[in-house]
């Protein structure tokens, strides 16, 4: 398994934007498909977006479609989701997952590595 640590959450207003990052330890990087989840109070955990192990192939939720790119850089281990035109619905804690395997998914449960969180909040 590898380790992972997301940074770059914050408060924005809506129309904003953020990045966030995940950093990920080890040497096998690239065999590991990730994917961002998030969880606002109250309710479940929800998939946003997955990469493929080498890049070349992303998948996201439609509410997040057109305003958020996911992207990855296996030189240096980590995982990039770029978020634009922010809304307050866009409210909650971000969580970045990896998956052994190359293949995309947006099942939590078949994604082994969870960071931490990092909280994201779009005022209105």
């Known amino acids: 398994q590898v380790q992972l640590v997301e940074s770059g959450g914050g408060l924005v207003q809506a129309g904003g934007s953020l990045r966030l990052s995940c950093a990920a330890s080890?040497?096998?990087?690239?065999?590991?498909?990730m994917g961002w989840f998030r969880q606002a109070p109250g309710k479940e955990r929800e998939f946003v977006t997955a990469?493929?192990?080498?890049?070349?192939?992303?998948y996201y939720t439609d509410s997040v479609k057109g305003r958020f790119t996911i992207s990855r850089d296996n030189v240096k281990n980590t995982v990039y989701l770029q978020m634009n035109s922010l809304k307050p619905e866009d409210t909650a804690v971000y969580y970045c997952a990896a998956r052994r395997g190359v293949a995309l998914s947006a099942v939590a449960t078949e994604f082994g590595s969870w960071g931490q969180g990092t909280q994201v909040t779009v005022s209105s």
């Open positions: 990469i493929d192990g080498r890049g070349g192939t992303t």
């Open positions: 080890g040497r096998t990087f690239s065999i590991y498909a």
